[in-house]
């Protein structure tokens, strides 16, 4: 399955328990069959769903990101990542069912949608981000041109679970062919920042063996930290005991856009490498193709 399917299992939960909501709410006389436009992001097809960010549908719902039942297994087989579709809803009174579909395009890259092995997957803007490294340097998603990026978030002190990631993203480090390397960058940025000084996180990452040729530890004002973890969406919260409970969570970023989230439960470790081998190949052939042109 394309990775959509993989990032998108959380957002299919959530977004069908919404549509649930939304049947419960609509009245009686919604009922029926409804055209609409829009662009397949995800599918699901052992349980018969598919999602799609579809424009307004006249008289049901405005636009929306939004999961939808697919009862025909005929029309579930059309369906796939990045297409463009003009299809119908049938709504139930309990469900909004797709029952017809006719695909009339793909999109584009330049769309914020990107091939990663077997499909096209939707890309979104990494937030922004001007740190301080291990070494006092500033390291910024900017500086960072287009290389492609691992990031993740992790604390020094940490009893148990960032040790771990950061031993995992060490593993996937190291899987890295030496062709590749400099196509890729991980970067790690401190939930702890009044603790973790840029000393602590040399040691922390050394200790651990980390290759700092393509690796960043961050971290810098208190304050500026904590917008970045915002941003990146990286729920924490600081226990009586002083450790901190976070997600954990890998994000893989790609020109500038955030192309998947790895949770690091899920023991997605092969998808993580070959994801990122896929993307480190195709820039270095960019790079190569360049150098032939201008010498």
Known sequence: MGILVRTAS???AIVS???TLIACEREEGGRGRYSAHGIVEDVDKENAQVLIDHEDVEGLMPAMTMNFA???KRVLAKLES???VDFVIHFTGRSFDVVEVDVVGVVAENEGWIQLRDGLVRTSPAPPFDLIDQAGRRVSLKSLNDLILMVD???TSCPG???VQTSLQVALQRRIPEALREHVHFIS???DPEVDRPEVLERYAADRGADFSNWSFLTGPTEEVAEVIQKWGVGSIRKPDGTIDHTLVRFLVHNGRVVERYWTSDGTDEEISLDLRSLAENRAARY?????IHP
Do not use: N, R
Not at 288 to 292: F, G
């Open 70 to 72: 697919v009862p025909d």
């Open 161 to 163: 679970p960032c040790p």
């Open 288 to 292: 190569a193709m360049s150098i032939d």
């Open 153 to 155: 978030f992790i604390y």
């Open 189 to 191: 940025i401190s939930l």
């Open 17 to 19: 328990m919404m549509t």
């Open 82 to 84: 990045g297409q463009l």
């Open 10 to 12: 959380v957002a299919l």
